[in-house]
């Protein structure tokens, strides 16, 4: 099985701190996303990748930057972390354009 | 872009019965439809999916359904068990077909 795999579970930082999220998957897929996963709004696509050192805007991209420096890795960086970026960030990934997604079990940020 | 609905927000139901849960979407060009099941502690996974050449499509206790005129689709269990207890998603192909967009997601709670 493809396995998608984030750093930390649960991670704390202070209000102004850079913050990075690592995202790994092992099966060689092109396509790597990042989403914030809020209560009440659901899944909301913060950027995504479809090659090493290609990235996309998705819907709120305010705030954060990504690095996909190899294939298997997709980093979310919060450049001046705040504490409106406290979320549940779930990493996915995909062979086939966007057909079966694999997603990570997230990352708690709680930015204090 | 797209955008993606689902109703409700929270369904209980009993052991036993029928659950369905419903999504529109705006974007008439998006052709792909997934769902995906979140229990708690984990990632969204892949439990369904249809494209826009079918109306119908099965798996076991679990079946969706498209509209394609109506730009909506649902998604049906049957003989609904504890275990089926989690937070589902629907989600469709965006306007630039690159990343799925999300409906809010839909808390069911199977009681037994």
């Known amino acids: 099985d493809v396995k998608v795999t984030q750093s930390s579970r649960y991670l704390v930082k202070r209000t102004g701190e850079k913050v990075f999220l690592e995202c790994v998957q092992d099966?060689?897929?092109?396509?790597m996303f990042w989403y914030r996963q809020d209560p009440g709004l659901g899944l909301r696509l913060i950027y995504f990748?479809?090659?090493?050192?290609?990235?996309e805007k998705g819907d709120i991209p305010e705030g954060y930057s990504v690095s996909r420096e190899k294939k298997e890795r997709f980093s979310l960086i919060l450049e001046s972390a705040s504490t409106n970026q406290t979320s549940m960030y779930l990493c996915?990934?995909?062979?086939?354009?966007?057909?079966?997604?694999?997603f990570g079990s997230g990352t708690r940020l709680t930015v204090v | 872009g797209e955008n993606v609905e689902q109703h409700p927000s929270t369904l209980s139901v009993q052991e036993g019965d029928s659950a369905v849960i419903k999504c529109t979407y705006s974007d008439s060009a998006s052709n792909y439809f997934p769902w995906y099941k979140q229990e708690l502690g984990k990632g969204p996974q892949l439990i369904i999916d249809i494209r826009s050449n079918v109306g119908e499509k099965k798996d076991q206790r679990i079946a969706v359904t498209l509209n394609k005129t109506a730009k909506h689709f649902s998604l049906h269990i049957t003989e609904t068990q504890p275990e089926d207890s989690a937070v589902y998603f629907c989600?469709?192909?965006?306007?630039?077909?690159?990343?799925?967009?999300f409906g809010k997601g839909t808390t069911l709670s199977v009681s037994s």
């Open positions: 990748s479809y090659d090493v050192k290609m990235k």
């Open positions: 996915a990934s995909s062979f086939t354009g966007v057909a079966g997604y694999t």
């Open positions: 989600a469709a192909l965006s306007q630039a077909g690159t990343a799925l967009i």
């Open positions: 099966m060689d897929h092109e396509n």
